[in-house]
């Protein structure tokens, strides 16, 4: 089996040869010049830009792999601020030895994914290190789209929480991939583009105020950054939150808390009270958002807060994830 | 010494608070919203992208660090391009156990550089893996510049080529660095963004051709792919080449060609023939420019081939680099 070589990253023949067969013969859109630098149009308007190293482990998993992450991560970042993703970067950084039907394998996924949402991977760069010194690959991706009508967040007393489907997925996912404490599922990540179902939903409402993918620190750790950023309040209802079987079993099993569990295809809509049902009916008509649910609300009464109604009626504060839950998740 | 843990990584409290204090404490800039997703205003107009990952080692050398490489790389992709450097984001990858107190001095190194550049830093991603499955630190960062005037490349016969200073010390400074060998030098690494310069160069003359960064691979790696590319011939003079004594030295001791070695504050610069003094006396203006010259020519004769003159009067074709030189250069 042919593996990357310390040659693959010293910017020659074998570099070339690489670039040329790989990343080119996969990306190749207009804007690709020479795997180096692109060159893109674009109109007057206001340009949003993200970030996102991807160091997920293991590499594939069910229901993605990390190519597929590194594409739908970072447009999903964009998506959610309101931009229509045109163009990512990548990076790549690959150990000495890694096998290249596996980055075949990843590169394609890339590709596929990047034209299923009609985004053109635009520019990227390859590094290879020695042996042990990265875990096969990791990738960055950094996202360009395009703001044209400007999301301004905003909130009211009495808007509807709505989460586009079941929580914690990828993060049950990925911990049972790496076959730790033997824990077998059925689940595969929710890993996926979230530009169809959000365009649905801006299309649906005028009133979406507030729109974020909680990711890693999972749905609760999203909602207290909203509630800090903003300075409102929300009281989220647990009985309303969706969480599939299997991932409450293996919670309860290892002692996770679902709230905190990564999340790769969902988003948190918060949206005005009379709006909510127009706005879950466009999610729900998507399949990646049929388990979309109202799952908490406004408060004005205190601020900065999030609140957990349980279902013995009590309520408690949420806080940050704090300490390890687990790493390498995307 | 405080050190990086996996849960820096985790998107909850601790990276929050390393955001907080460490990345947005330098990196500030109004475009710079929550290192996350930043909105840049544009002109109508061509966008260049450009994307690096930076896996130097040592990560620090004489002349820089990993985090200045990190933004005077990406920048000199655009500045080359022909692009005006307006932005840049950055991912880290971090290795369990690195002293916070290093990151710090490459974040600081970031922000001055991009200061000077005056290029701002508009978003970035900290991710954490365990100890060993990373060498202390990778950088991503990449590089948005608007394109007023694009240069088109061209190229005409008798056409002069330019090196904007002397070959090999980057490379050989990195080596020394590492210790290996023993090599002692008093060398440091050109490392520097190129753009003050390169504006100089192209207010001088409206006839700067084709201009392009030496970096790994080298001078001679960097001229066959501008010989490919352009199906064009260039001729070196290899007296004309400027090396530092010191280079020349440890290449004949290592068995190195300095015409491979990488540069981080090198411009090849293609002028029309009529031109090349005022872009030479341009160049030279500036510090980092004292040793530019004039190296080869644009022949027509042969398409393609990048041949080198000896001092004895013989000519030899020149190709990339092949097989491993020196991994882990940038």
Redesign the interface.
């Known amino acids: 089996m042919e593996r990357i070589?310390?040659?693959h990253?010293?910017?020659?023949?074998?570099?070339?040869q690489l670039i040329q067969q790989l990343f080119v013969a996969h990306f190749h859109h207009d804007a690709f010049v020479?795997f180096?630098?692109?060159?893109?149009?674009?109109?007057?308007?206001?340009?949003?830009?993200?970030?996102?190293?991807?160091?997920v482990k293991p590499l594939f998993f069910p229901g993605g792999n990390i190519g597929k992450l590194a594409v739908v991560g970072t447009v999903n970042?964009?998506a959610v601020?309101g931009?229509i993703p045109k163009?990512i970067?990548?990076?790549?950084?690959l150990e000495e030895g890694f096998p290249i039907s596996d980055l075949k394998r990843i590169v394609q996924s890339m590709a596929e994914e990047a034209q299923k949402i009609g985004v053109a991977i635009?520019?990227?760069?390859t590094?290879?290190?020695?042996r042990?010194?990265?875990?096969g690959i990791?990738i960055?991706t950094?996202g360009?789209g395009i703001?044209e009508e400007?999301l301004v967040p905003s909130f009211q007393e009495g808007d509807s929480v709505i989460i586009s489907g079941s929580v914690g997925d990828h993060g049950i996912t990925i911990f049972a991939a790496r076959g730790e404490l033997g824990l077998m599922t059925n689940l595969t990540s929710d890993c996926a583009a979230l530009s169809p179902m959000i365009s649905q939903a801006t299309k649906a409402s005028k009133q979406i105020r507030i729109m974020r993918d909680p990711?890693?620190?999972g749905l609760a750790?999203a909602l207290v950054e909203i509630c800090e950023?903003f300075q409102l309040t929300i009281e989220l209802s647990e009985d309303a939150i969706p969480i599939k079987r299997e991932v409450e079993g293996a919670c309860d099993l290892l002692g996770f808390d679902p709230l905190?569990l990564?999340n790769e295809g969902k988003v948190i809509f918060i949206v005005a009270k009379e709006d909510e049902q127009k706005v879950l009916q466009a999610i729900r008509s998507r399949e990646e958002g049929k388990e979309a649910a109202v799952i908490g609300t406004v408060r004005a009464t205190e601020k900065g807060q999030l609140l957990l109604r349980t279902p013995l009626g009590t309520t408690r504060r949420l806080?940050?994830?704090?300490?390890?839950?687990?790493?390498?998740?995307?």
Chains 1, 2 share one sequence.
Not at 9 to 16: F, K, T, V
Not at 89 to 93: A, N, P, R, V
Not at 127 to 130: A, C, F, L, M
Request: charged share 20%.
């Open positions: 070589t310390l040659a990253g010293d910017g020659g023949e074998l570099a070339h020479k180096d630098a692109a060159l893109l149009s674009i109109e007057k308007g206001k340009l949003a830009i993200t970030t996102d190293s991807f160091v970042d964009l601020s931009a163009a970067t990548c990076g790549f950084i635009v520019a990227g760069d590094k290879v290190v020695e042990g010194a990265a875990d990791y960055n950094t360009i703001v400007p990711t890693r620190g750790t950023d905190y990564a806080y940050r994830l704090t300490g390890l839950l687990l790493p390498r998740i995307c």
